[in-house]
Every structure is written in structure tokens, then in C-alpha cells.
């Protein structure tokens, strides 16, 4: 049985204590207290204290925000120190105020307000930040604290991790925090990665509350033009609030991450295709899929397991009455370029094969207590499990002794599910958890950084995948990628599908708001079911929508609820999902190198690989949906059942169509409908920026000894580049992973391309769209024959040829540049 907590009494007393020392006035007393400056300031933010008013401003000099009566303090006449006092619907017992000024300055620098709350003002350790303490304990009732911020109609704000409900968040309320939900089909309120953290880009100005009391953000819903950032548990102390302003919006994802830790990255192998089944018979339907794939000429390089797999859940036994000949399986998998990720949980069972495991952990203190400190029984489909307390070194080792058995065994990664369990409440109450590292209340959602740091230690450093359900502000740098769960087979938004039932969880559209709300909130890999889950199988619509999304975002997955999401089953799909799908995958593969370009920065400072397209141009009345991947591709995912077109706003721009090469000037605001059908993604490319993508098909990023099997690890495919490029009158220029740099601008008689050799790629294929016939290309003034089009480019030797396609208006170079850096002159 689930216990409400009760606040520690040295807490009650600290709270009952500084209470009694304000009662004899209104304005808490300004005995001992030195005369309030008129202002105070640091970094981007000053604070006027008569009246009370806040200031940010931003990099460029210019005021970004400001708000009068910018803290609220929320209070009851009899706080019940085990009640759960909502952050994000406030009961009606609670009765705000909004302090009006300061009275005065304490010996520690913090300045008193009006009614005995206080407020500190400091540098931050980042550049261009400043941190706000607020300290409500000393206000008599006090149970909630807010700071309150402008948020003008229409404005979009981002941020606050994981969200189906779109990557603006504008008219919504955000929950810091992960809680059973009854008004939702799952039961939960879907919060699974949440992060405090709000960010207007319009203004260029971010707010990171850096603690992890339950919270909650109001964004306009209950009261149009505010944001509000509400907080419980003021007699924990003060609330630290961080405050920064960038010059541009991604620069705001930068300082965040500079606040917190950079994100992981997974191995390179993981931005390959991966399949899945939500449920595998025997190793030869394993190694069915895995054959088709191959013959079908769909590439990939990871292959999951899920569950069941073990003999008992978390004995880390494999069940050979199911997977016969394992080992055997397992080395014709890495035979033919797969790694294989298994799927796992934190629980153990208090019987059957587990039974002395959970005796062993009981008897030790590695499960998470309730506070009598007894081992909680956790509600499970299984039945009651405990769950292990991640945050005991001992419970760890003890798990990773688990752990190893597969891993010895082959496995490179881990699909982990759940590890939501330590919530902040329930049923109104605030819950007693007792665990290694401190209580329920503080180690909600970062628990899930010890859960997955014990797969994550397990693996090879630097070789591990891990896609996991849950996460939190600075856990990211032991999360290699998020997946949300499961979403419903469809094209079905958050909260709205119209039968009326509870708000459902959403399909497609959610998918893409998760993946995309994560993105700028510190987690840049995310990676959704390709097709749903909720509901079995999908539609042939359905599944070939999200593939054709999933393509262009980071880790390309396919697999969910029903007998398979496999496109060749023809018993499930129609065409043309197998030729589309095929397609998809086939580009995601291809563009490796560039999304291993881009993930690599955002292992260095957090910059989004996937990026909200009114983030990155907040003026422009892009649709939610839309996304750039890095700063090239502009893509508008199809979300309507049944649609053959779409309406877009183009960005701020020229974007050419990456399909038809039309070309189209963007400008934030004109409604275009572009053709959608069904094998179709809108997709553009920005005009002055490289794509480098692979320049010849493989099969697999890993290397490979299956007859037949094709390897980027291979030379013969993984050194030549094919860079995209839409000459617009500028200069393009971009440093690939491997220190490869290619360069493209107006010079000399005509065009001039520049390319410098990095540790994999020496041989470049320019693909130059939109442009006219070449009088002639020339490498260091020799000139380049001219061939037949671009098939026999491929294949011509050095030092290169070219082949321009009229109909298309696309120039295709191959060029040389084994001997060191080369230079591509283009004459008219």
C-alpha cells in the first residue's frame, strides 16, 4: 500500500518557525533590515523594487520583457503537509497575492517583500544568465510560489521536454512532472520526460527553473497574455530560477544545455534503420525478417528484441524454447550487419525464477521503500513487482551482474520501458517514497538517470544504445535517445479523436509534437513507432505517413502494436507501402552523414538536430508540424487522413522542392498548397546550404560478412560524399564529422566549388540543383569530360567527369581529392 508522505518535521518547523516571525505585520516586519535599493540587476535581468518589477534584456541591448507584480505566492489558512496542492489547476482554497514591493534588504542579500516572501538576484555560471531565487517559507500558509512572465496572443513558447500536444505550447498547461491522469485513455498525463523549461523565441529570452519540486506551467490557458511557472513545496527552500537571453533562438537550446549537461549520443550505427515486432515467435521469424530485408534491399542495421525474450522478466536469461539456436541467430545477425537491442524493464518479480533475486534485493534495501521503509509493491500488468533503487551503487552492480548475461551474449543496446514509477503524488496526496539518494519528492523523473546509467555503464562506452520511455532535466547525458511510449495506429491528435472517450494519447501528429518539443528542451534524439501501437496494426496510410516523417527525423524505427509493421506483409499492407517504405529508409541511409554531422554537435553543446520551424523563425506562421532537419531540409509532414495536398507557409527564403526542384520564395506568410500525394513528403531544400549525403547504396553501417551484404564500413562505399546544394547567390560552406569541409559560392568566371579530404570521405559527387549546362567543369584547371548523365558519373575514374540532366536542371560532378584539397571551377 502506497503511503502519503509527510514533509520532515525539521521542514515544518523551518516553515512554522519563519511563519511566526511575520505574523506581527503586514509586510513581515523590516526590523534589522537595510533600506531596499530602487533596482537591482544582474546579467540580462533587473528587478525594481518599488513597485516590484521585473526587466530582461536582451543581447542586442533592447528590452526583451517586462512584468509589474511578477511573483505570486499561493497560500491556504491550514496547510495539510501531506496534501498535493496542484501546480497545474491550484484548488480554490488556495488564495493568491501578488507582492507589490520591497520593504527592505536581509544581511544575506536577499530582498524582503510585502508579505514576508523573499527574492535574490545573481550572476548566473553561463554567460548572459542570471538566477532568480524566490523564497516563499516565511509566508504564512504558503503552499504554491509562481513567477509570472508576459506571453502577448499568438507568440509561440517551446521547451518543457516531452509534449503531444504540439511543439508550441501557447493556450496549454505543461506539467514538470509525471502523474496517473484519469481524463486521459492511458491513465496517465503522458508527462514522461518533462523539463522545466520555457523559451520564447520571438523575444529570444529562456527560463530554466533548475529544481525538481512538483510544477506545473500555465502558458496562457487560464490567463491570456501570462505565463505562469508555478511551483509547490516552498518550505523546501528557495526556488532557483534561471534566466538567459541568446541572439538567436537555438542559441537559447545552447545556453540551457550549458546549464545542465550535454546530451548522449548514440553510436553511429543507431542512425540506421532499425525493425522490430512487438512480439518475435522463434529465431526463424527473426531471422526471417532479417533476410527480407536484406533481399528487399531495405538497409537497416539494428534489429530489436522485445518482449518476451526471457525465461522470467529481468532474469536476463534468454528463453531458447523460444529462440532456439540462439548464439547461432545472433552471430548470422552481426553476419549480416545488425546489431540487436533488447527490451527491458527496472522490476523484479517476488516469485517464480526471480523469487530469490527479489529476496536478495528486499533483504538488501535496493528496492524502493515506502516510508516505513518497506519495500513498496508496485501495481504491474505482471502483477506487483519492486522496483529496483537505481540510486544504491550496490542495487546497480547488482543489476549489472543481471545485465551482463546478455550482453555477453551479443546485445548492443536496450529498448527501456517504463521507470516512471517514482512519482511526487497520488489521489491528492503527496507520496512517501524512501530511496537511497533522498525521497520521492526530490528524485521524481531524475530517478530515471540511475535507471538507465545501470544499461548505459553496462555497454562498451561509446558503443551502447539505449531508447527509452522517460527522462528529465540533466539526465539526458545517460539517455541516447527517447521513444514516447505508445501512441495510437493513426493520424489522431493528442486529446481529440471525437468518440468522446477520455482524451486520447494521439497518433502521427502527437508523435511529431513529442519529437519535436524534446528537440529544443535538451534531448535531440527521439525516435517514435513507426505506425503507432495502440490498436495493433496500422493502416497502409498510416504506415506509410510516418515512415516518410520518421525518415527525416533522427533514429528511423519501425515496429509497434499487431502481428508486425513489416511492409512487405502483404496480408497487413497495401501498395505501396513496401516500395514507399523502401524509399524512406533508403533516404534516411543516405543521409547519415549529415545526421552524424549534426548529432555530434548536439553531443557538444546540445543544438537541435530536428528543429520546430516557427523555433527557428518565430515570426513566420509556420504550422506546428513543420521541422528543419538542421538548416538545409524544411519538411511538412502529411497529418490528414486521407489528403493529397497540403498547405504550407514557407519560411523567410528561397527553398527548392526537393522532389520537382522548383524553386519558391518564402516569406512567413503566404498560404501555398503543394502536391502530397501519398509516396510523397513535402520536403525543400534551402538554397546556399550543403547536404552531404552517401553517394552509393549500402546495405549497413556495420560491417558486414553475409555474402551478398553491402557496408559502409566498406571503403568502396563509405568514402565518397554526395554533396546537394542549391546555388542561390551566396556562399554555402560546411565541416563534416570527420573534418571534411566542402565549400560552394559565385567566383572566377562562373561557380566554384572547394572540397578538403577528413578522415573518411576523399572523393565528393556535387550535385548542383536548379542550375543551367556547364560550358565547362574543371579540377585545378584540367578540365572534367563530360558524360552521359549521372549513372555514368558514378563510375568514371579520376581525376572525374561530370553530366548535366536538362530536363532537371541538375549539374552532377564527381571529383578527386585523394591527394589533398581540391578546387571545382564551373564555367558558364
Same mark, same amino acid.
Given at each position: 500500500?502506497?503511503?502519503?508522505?509527510?514533509?520532515?518535521?525539521?521542514?515544518?518547523?523551518?516553515?512554522?518557525?519563519?511563519?511566526?516571525?511575520?505574523?506581527?505585520?503586514?509586510?513581515?516586519?523590516?526590523?534589522?533590515?537595510?533600506?531596499?535599493?530602487?533596482?537591482?540587476?544582474?546579467?540580462?535581468?533587473?528587478?525594481?523594487?518599488?513597485?516590484?518589477?521585473?526587466?530582461?534584456?536582451?543581447?542586442?541591448?533592447?528590452?526583451?520583457?517586462?512584468?509589474?507584480?511578477?511573483?505570486?505566492?499561493g497560500a491556504v489558512a491550514s496547510p495539510d503537509p501531506t496534501r498535493y496542492y496542484d501546480p497545474a489547476a491550484p484548488p480554490s482554497s488556495v488564495t493568491w497575492t501578488a507582492p507589490a514591493r520591497a520593504i527592505g534588504v536581509d544581511g544575506d542579500g536577499w530582498l524582503v517583500l510585502d508579505g514576508g516572501a523573499r527574492l535574490r538576484l545573481t550572476a548566473g555560471a553561463v554567460a548572459d544568465t542570471a538566477t532568480l531565487e524566490l523564497d516563499a517559507a516565511a509566508v504564512p500558509g504558503a503552499v504554491l510560489e509562481r513567477v509570472v512572465l508576459p506571453l502577448d496572443a499568438g507568440e509561440p513558447i517551446h521547451g518543457f521536454g516531452e509534449s503531444f500536444g504540439g511543439a508550441d505550447a501557447a493556450g496549454q498547461v505543461r506539467q514538470a512532472q509525471f502523474l496517473l491522469d484519469t481524463a486521459s485513455e492511458s491513465g496517465l498525463n503522458e508527462a514522461h520526460v518533462p523539463v522545466p523549461l520555457a523559451l520564447w523565441p520571438a523575444r529570444d529570452v529562456g527560463v530554466f527553473v533548475e529544481d525538481r519540486r512538483v510544477g506545473a506551467f500555465d502558458l496562457g490557458a487560464a490567463r491570456p497574455g501570462d505565463a505562469l511557472a508555478t511551483f509547490g513545496l516552498p518550505a523546501r527552500g528557495p526556488l532557483p530560477v534561471q534566466i538567459f537571453v541568446a541572439a538567436e533562438p537555438l542559441d537559447l537550446v545552447r545556453r540551457y544545455v550549458a546549464l545542465t549537461v550535454p546530451p548522449a549520443v548514440p553510436p553511429r550505427w543507431?542512425?540506421?534503420?532499425?525493425?522490430?515486432r512487438n512480439e518475435h515467435h522463434s529465431s526463424d521469424e527473426v531471422r526471417d525478417d532479417a533476410g527480407q530485408m536484406r533481399a528487399l534491399?531495405?538497409?537497416?542495421?539494428?534489429?530489436?528484441?522485445?518482449?518476451?525474450?526471457?525465461?522470467?522478466?529481468?532474469?536476463?536469461?534468454?528463453?531458447?524454447?523460444?529462440?532456439?539456436?540462439?548464439?547461432?541467430?545472433?552471430?548470422?545477425?552481426a553476419a549480416q550487419g545488425y546489431r540487436v537491442v533488447f527490451w527491458s524493464t527496472p522490476y523484479l518479480q517476488p516469485d517464480g525464477l526471480t523469487a530469490a533475486d527479489y529476496q536478495q534485493a528486499r533483504a538488501?534495501?535496493?528496492?524502493?521503500?515506502?516510508?516505513?521503509?518497506?519495500?513498496?509493491?508496485?501495481?504491474?500488468?505482471?502483477?506487483?513487482?519492486?522496483?529496483?533503487?537505481?540510486?544504491?551503487?550496490?542495487?546497480?552492480?547488482?543489476?549489472?551482474?543481471?545485465?551482463?548475461?546478455?550482453?555477453?551474449?551479443?546485445?548492443?543496446?536496450?529498448?527501456?520501458?517504463?521507470?516512471?514509477?517514482?512519482?511526487?503524488?497520488?489521489?491528492?496526496?503527496?507520496?512517501?517514497?524512501?530511496?537511497?539518494?533522498?525521497?520521492?519528492?526530490?528524485?521524481?523523473?531524475?530517478?530515471?538517470?540511475?535507471?538507465?546509467?545501470?544499461?548505459?555503464?553496462?555497454?562498451p562506452a561509446g558503443d551502447g544504445f539505449l531508447i527509452t520511455r522517460a527522462g528529465a532535466w540533466g539526465e539526458q547525458d545517460r539517455n541516447t535517445c527517447i521513444w514516447p511510449g505508445d501512441l495510437d495506429n493513426d493520424l489522431t491528435r493528442h486529446g481529440d479523436d471525437g468518440d468522446g472517450a477520455p482524451g486520447n494519447v494521439g497518433g502521427l501528429p502527437a508523435a511529431i509534437a513529442g519529437g519535436l518539443s524534446l528537440s529544443v528542451s535538451g534531448y535531440p534524439f527521439y525516435g517514435s513507432d513507426i505506425g503507432g501501437y495502440r490498436g495493433g496494426a496500422p493502416t497502409t496510410e498510416t504506415l506509410i505517413r510516418w515512415a516518410e516523417y520518421a525518415a527525416l527525423g533522427t533514429i528511423m524505427q519501425l515496429g509497434g502494436g499487431g502481428p508486425s509493421h513489416n511492409p512487405w506483409d502483404a496480408t497487413l499492407y497495401d501498395d505501396p507501402a513496401l516500395a514507399v517504405y523502401t524509399a524512406y529508409a533508403r533516404l534516411?541511409?543516405?543521409?547519415?552523414?549529415?545526421?552524424?554531422?549534426?548529432?555530434?554537435?548536439?553531443?557538444?553543446? *546540445?543544438?537541435?538536430?530536428?528543429?520546430?520551424?516557427?523555433?527557428?523563425? =518565430?515570426?513566420?506562421?509556420? @504550422?506546428? !508540424?513543420? &521541422?528543419? #532537419?538542421?538548416?538545409?531540409?524544411?519538411v511538412a509532414p502529411v497529418v490528414d487522413p486521407g489528403?493529397?495536398?497540403?498547405?504550407?507557409?514557407?519560411?523567410?527564403?528561397?527553398?527548392?522542392?526537393?522532389?520537382?526542384?522548383?524553386?519558391?520564395?518564402?516569406?512567413?506568410?503566404?498560404?501555398?498548397?503543394?502536391?502530397?500525394?501519398l509516396t510523397r513528403l513535402p520536403l525543400w531544400l534551402?538554397?546556399?546550404?550543403?547536404?552531404?549525403?552517401?553517394?552509393?547504396?549500402?546495405?549497413?553501417?556495420?560491417?558486414?560478412?553475409?555474402?551478398?551484404?553491402?557496408?559502409?564500413?566498406?571503403?568502396?562505399?563509405?568514402?565518397?560524399?554526395?554533396?546537394?546544394?542549391?546555388?542561390?547567390?551566396?556562399?554555402?560552406?560546411?565541416?563534416?564529422?570527420?573534418?571534411?569541409t566542402a565549400?560552394? *559560392?559565385?567566383?572566377?568566371?562562373?561557380?566554384?566549388?572547394?572540397?578538403? =579530404?577528413?578522415?573518411?570521405? @576523399?572523393? !565528393?559527387? &556535387?550535385? #548542383?540543383?536548379g542550375v543551367a549546362a556547364p560550358g565547362a567543369v574543371t579540377v585545378g584547371g584540367v578540365a572534367l569530360a563530360a558524360v552521359a548523365d549521372a549513372a555514368a558519373v558514378a563510375a568514371c575514374a579520376a581525376p572525374g567527369c561530370w553530366a548535366h540532366d536538362a530536363a532537371g536542371g541538375r549539374l552532377t560532378i564527381r571529383a578527386f581529392a585523394t591527394a589533398g584539397a581540391i578546387q571545382v571551377e564551373v564555367a558558364p
Open positions: 500500500m502506497v503511503r502519503a508522505r509527510r514533509l520532515a518535521p525539521s521542514s515544518l518547523l523551518i516553515a512554522v518557525t519563519a511563519a511566526a516571525l511575520v505574523a506581527c505585520g503586514d509586510d513581515g516586519g523590516d526590523d534589522g533590515l537595510d533600506p531596499a535599493p530602487a533596482e537591482v540587476s544582474a546579467g540580462p535581468v533587473t528587478i525594481a523594487t518599488d513597485p516590484l518589477r521585473i526587466t530582461i534584456t536582451g543581447v542586442d541591448g533592447e528590452v526583451a520583457m517586462a512584468r509589474d507584480a511578477f511573483v505570486e505566492i543507431a542512425f540506421a534503420p532499425q525493425q522490430w534491399g531495405i538497409p537497416g542495421s539494428v534489429m530489436w528484441i522485445d518482449n518476451p525474450w526471457q525465461t522470467a522478466y529481468n532474469d536476463f536469461v534468454v528463453d531458447e524454447t523460444r529462440f532456439a539456436g540462439f548464439d547461432a541467430l545472433m552471430a548470422e545477425l538488501s534495501d535496493w528496492l524502493v521503500r515506502d516510508d516505513t521503509g518497506a519495500a513498496l509493491a508496485f501495481p504491474w500488468k505482471e502483477g506487483p513487482v519492486g522496483l529496483i533503487d537505481f540510486t544504491d551503487p550496490d542495487a546497480t552492480a547488482f543489476w549489472r551482474q543481471r545485465i551482463a548475461r546478455i550482453v555477453d551474449r551479443g546485445a548492443s543496446g536496450f529498448k527501456l520501458d517504463y521507470g516512471e514509477d517514482v512519482v511526487p503524488a497520488f489521489s491528492g496526496a503527496l507520496l512517501g517514497m524512501q530511496l537511497a539518494a533522498g525521497d520521492g519528492q526530490d528524485l521524481h523523473g531524475i530517478f530515471n538517470r540511475y535507471y538507465h546509467d545501470a544499461y548505459l555503464g553496462a555497454l534516411h541511409m543516405d543521409l547519415n552523414p549529415y545526421l552524424w554531422t549534426l548529432a555530434r554537435q548536439a553531443g557538444v553543446d *546540445g543544438t537541435p538536430v530536428t528543429r520546430p520551424a516557427r523555433f527557428v523563425y =518565430p515570426t513566420a506562421a509556420c @504550422d506546428d !508540424a513543420m &521541422f528543419l #532537419l538542421g538548416d538545409a531540409l524544411l489528403a493529397t495536398a497540403r498547405d504550407v507557409v514557407l519560411p523567410p527564403g528561397r527553398w527548392l522542392d526537393w522532389w520537382t526542384d522548383a524553386v519558391a520564395d518564402g516569406d512567413g506568410a503566404t498560404v501555398t498548397t503543394v502536391d502530397a500525394p534551402a538554397v546556399d546550404r550543403f547536404v552531404p549525403m552517401f553517394a552509393r547504396a549500402a546495405d549497413t553501417l556495420i560491417a558486414a560478412t553475409a555474402p551478398g551484404v553491402t557496408s559502409y564500413a566498406d571503403p568502396a562505399y563509405g568514402r565518397e560524399l554526395r554533396l546537394v546544394l542549391a546555388p542561390g547567390g551566396g556562399a554555402a560552406a560546411i565541416v563534416l564529422h570527420d573534418g571534411a565549400t560552394g *559560392g559565385p567566383g572566377g568566371a562562373g561557380y566554384q566549388l572547394g572540397f578538403t =579530404p577528413g578522415d573518411e570521405y @576523399d572523393i !565528393a559527387t &556535387f550535385e #548542383l540543383r
